[in-house]
């Protein structure tokens, strides 16, 4: 054991550390306000037995910026109208705030006045310089209100509830209603947690959506929609993000394209009529675990899907325990698990995009309806670059159940059987509902 000769140095340092943890604990000290959509006309003080009035949105809004860091606020059932977050003007998503609302559709936060092609039409929001750790939403309803919004209505771009970024996010019990997008070429988020370069000198870490509902999008969209993306651009460490017994109901609607979520880990979500259950699409290498495991993928035409550019790479999918029930139909390819090539040029196996691990495990895929003759749009696993523009390390499909006769000629796993395209591969034990063995075919469906 080092003895310390200096007794006064080790003194000094116990009182640094000491007023180092005072300091921290009073940053973390947190201010309780409630809030109600109050009919009086009176301002409130902010109890439980008087509450601040935010029954427009001038007040509401002037309570974020007044609070905007450390606070809870408790809201009182009712509408509360806001103009969301601003860029360089409103920051609607507080540091270590944390709203709780009395219920779903009990407390509803509603965007408007969004009338800016690029610096509005976010309800709680954090410039792409900013973060917002500790932000939290329960127990609450947000409505985009796309149809109220000019961005939307005049075609100017999306509306949307969460664009932030920070560590220590959790967003549990709420519902988002009314997102879209009214502008080709602007992709709609409804919840979209992305750290950029400019946040590129730090890590985050803990983002969980739970037990969320996400349905009722607007009408009228002019382009298409990925509802909840928690990743991240190179050069940023994102870990430890979830999206978890959550909802995505009847997401189609009518645009472009639709996806349900993409996180790290994506477990025990039910999708209803979207396009693609889960997906991706690597622009640089994705170094985390993508697991989409205990989730029920109904009637869509993708259950998970990774759509490649040529400077991709994907470490890991894992596809486990999921049921699939896919769209059967002769207009569109539907797969449960799809990786398509990137369109763009690859020179050289060593440039081509890759995937390190695939694991298909324990699934069962359906089809939605049975068609008066086999249907080659139809597959259950498709892993097929035919130009071979990416490759697979180590592939392995196992214990999987397919059902629903008379959809493909028993196509269910396509698979392309070349060098330098699957490293390792082991594919086992995958069966119909009668029994019979799935076979591999190296040719895909479509051919």
């Known amino acids: 054991m080092h003895f310390n000769p200096c007794p006064a140095r080790s003194l000094s340092l116990i009182l640094i550390s000491a007023v180092c943890f005072l300091n921290h604990a009073q940053a973390q000290t947190l201010t309780n306000i409630y809030l109600a959509a109050r009919t009086d006309g009176i301002a409130g003080t902010g109890t439980a037995s008087d509450p601040f009035n935010a029954s427009t949105p001038d007040r509401y809004d002037q309570l974020l910026a007044t609070y905007s860091q450390n606070t ?12 969301g977050w601003r860029f360089r003007t409103r920051k609607s998503a507080g540091t270590n705030c944390k709203h709780y609302g009395a219920g779903v559709d009990q407390t509803v936060i ?49 509306v949307t509830a969460i664009a932030t970024v920070g560590s220590n996010m959790l967003f549990r019990g709420i519902k988002v209603i009314g997102f879209g997008t009214g502008r080709v070429g602007a992709e709609c988020f409804a919840v979209l947690i992305s750290p950029g370069p400019a946040l590129s000198s730090r890590s985050f870490d803990n983002i969980t959506i739970d037990s969320c509902v996400f349905t009722n999008p607007a009408q009228g969209n002019q382009d298409g929609l990925t509802c ?75 259950g998970a899907l990774v759509k490649f550019h040529a400077t991709g790479k994907l470490q890991d999918l894992e596809f486990i325990d999921n049921t699939v029930v896919l769209r059967n139909s002769f207009a569109r390819a539907t797969q449960a698990v799809a990786v398509a090539e990137p369109i763009e040029s690859v020179a050289g196996l060593s440039n081509k995009p890759e ?63 070349a060098p330098n395209f699957v490293t390792n591969s082991q594919i086992s034990g995958n069966y119909y509902d009668d029994g019979t063995a799935v076979i591999v075919d190296s040719v895909p469906p479509w051919q």
């Open 355 to 417: 995937v390190v691990n695939i694991a298909i495990q324990g699934n069962s895929v359906q089809a939605a309806s049975v068609t008066p003759q086999s249907n080659d749009e139809y597959a259950g696993f498709v892993i097929i670059s035919q130009t071979q523009k990416y490759f697979v390390d180590t592939l392995t499909i196992t214990g999987n159940r397919f059902s629903g006769a008379n959809t493909n000629n028993g196509r269910q796993i396509a698979i392309t059987n």
């Open 72 to 83: 809870v606020f408790n809201y009182a059932p009712g509408t509360y109208q806001t103009r």
């Open 228 to 302: 909840v993306t928690i990743g991240t651009t190179a050069g940023v460490t994102l870990t430890n993000a979830s999206v978890i017994n959550s909802w995505f109901i009847d997401l189609a609607s009518d645009f472009s394209f639709s996806s349900a979520f993409f996180a790290e880990q994506c477990i025990g979500n039910y999708v209803q009529n979207c396009d693609v259950g889960s997906y991706t699409e690597p622009l640089s290498f994705q170094p985390n675990r993508w697991l989409v495991q205990n989730n029920t993928f109904n009637s869509v035409y993708c």
């Open 110 to 158: 509603q965007l408007v006045g969004a009338n800016d092609l690029t610096q509005d039409g976010v309800i709680f929001g954090s410039d792409y310089d900013a973060t917002a750790d500790g932000f939290e939403l329960h127990d609450l309803t947000l409505d985009c209100n796309a149809s109220g919004n000019p961005k939307f209505t005049n075609h100017l771009g999306a």
